[in-house]
T-cell receptor, first 112, second 113 residues
Framework: QKEVEQNSGPLSVPEGAIASLNCTYSDRGSQSFFWYRQYSGKSPELIMFIYSNGDKEDGRFTAQLNKASQYVSLLIRDSQPSDSATYLCAVNEYTGRRALTFGSGTRLQVQP | AAGVIQSPRHLIKEKRETATLKCYPIPRHDTVYWYQQGPGQDPQFLISFYEKMQSDKGSIPDRFSAQQFSDYHSELNMSSLELGDSALYFC????????????FGPGTRLTVT
C-alpha cells in the first residue's frame, strides 16, 4: 500500500463546475501537504500547500486538511479546460524526512 | 520570479555511458532535492542536500552520486547507464522554513539507448 493514496481518475467535470480531488496518507508524522499540477511531460507545479488543520484558499483553489482523518483535499472552483492535468498530492514529515512522498496522481479532465 | 534551472533539458546516452545533470536552485533556497519520474509514474525521491551536505537519501542507485557546491548548485552524476534509467529527472529547491514548499525545475529528459 502506497503511503499516499489518490484516485487515479480520470475525474471528468464540466467547465465552470467544482472539481474535488482527494488524498489520504498513512504516516501520522506527516506535517506538510502539497498539491502539484503536472501537465504531460512537464514538471510538477506547486499550486497549494497546507500544514494546519482546516481550509486554505488561494484564488479558485481551496486546500482542506484533516490530520485526525489523515485526509487532504483540493477543490477547484469554476474549473477551466486549462485545469485539465494530473494533480499530485505530496506530503513530507518536516521534522524528519523532508523529501516529498507523492501519490500516483489524479487525472482531471474539464469538459468545455 | 526566478525559478529552478536545470541543464541540459534533453540528453541521449548509450548504455554504460555516464551523464551529468545540473541544477541551479532558486536564489536564497538552501536545500536541493533530486527526483526521478519514469513514464506514467509519480516522482521518486533520490537524494537531497542542505547547506552543501547530503541531508537525505532515497532510492538512488549506487551508480549515481550527487553533490552540492559552494554556490548551492547541484550535480547528479550517473554512471554505467541502463535502459531503465530513461526518465525525467527533476531538481527541486526549497527554503528552510515551516512547510518547506518545494519548487521544481523544468526537468532533464534522459533517454538511454
Amino acid at each position: 500500500q502506497k503511503e499516499v493514496e489518490q484516485n487515479s481518475g480520470p475525474l471528468s467535470v464540466p467547465e465552470g463546475a467544482i472539481a474535488s480531488l482527494n488524498c489520504t496518507y498513512s504516516d501520522r508524522g506527516s506535517q506538510s501537504f502539497f498539491w502539484y499540477r503536472q501537465y504531460s511531460g512537464k514538471s510538477p507545479e506547486l499550486i497549494m500547500f497546507i500544514y494546519s488543520n482546516g481550509d486554505k484558499e488561494d484564488g479558485r483553489f481551496t486546500a482542506q486538511l484533516n490530520k485526525a482523518s489523515q485526509y487532504v483535499s483540493l477543490l477547484i472552483r469554476d474549473s477551466q479546460p486549462s485545469d485539465s492535468a494530473t494533480y499530485l498530492c505530496a506530503v513530507n514529515e518536516y521534522t524528519g524526512r523532508r523529501a516529498l512522498t507523492f501519490g500516483s496522481g489524479t487525472r482531471l479532465q474539464v469538459q468545455p | 520570479a526566478a525559478g529552478v534551472i536545470q541543464s541540459p533539458r534533453h540528453l541521449i546516452k548509450e548504455k554504460r555511458e555516464t551523464a551529468t545533470l545540473k541544477c541551479y536552485p532558486i536564489p536564497r533556497h538552501d536545500t536541493v532535492y533530486w527526483y526521478q519520474q519514469g513514464p506514467g509514474q509519480d516522482p521518486q525521491f533520490l537524494i537531497s542536500f542542505y547547506e552543501k551536505m547530503q541531508s537525505d537519501k532515497g532510492s538512488i542507485p549506487d551508480r549515481f552520486s550527487a553533490q552540492q557546491f559552494s554556490d548551492y548548485h547541484s550535480e547528479l552524476n550517473m554512471s554505467s547507464l541502463e535502459l531503465g534509467d530513461s526518465a525525467l529527472y527533476f531538481c527541486a529547491s526549497s527554503p528552510r522554513r515551516q512547510g518547506e514548499e518545494q519548487y521544481f525545475g523544468p526537468g532533464t529528459r534522459l533517454t538511454v539507448t
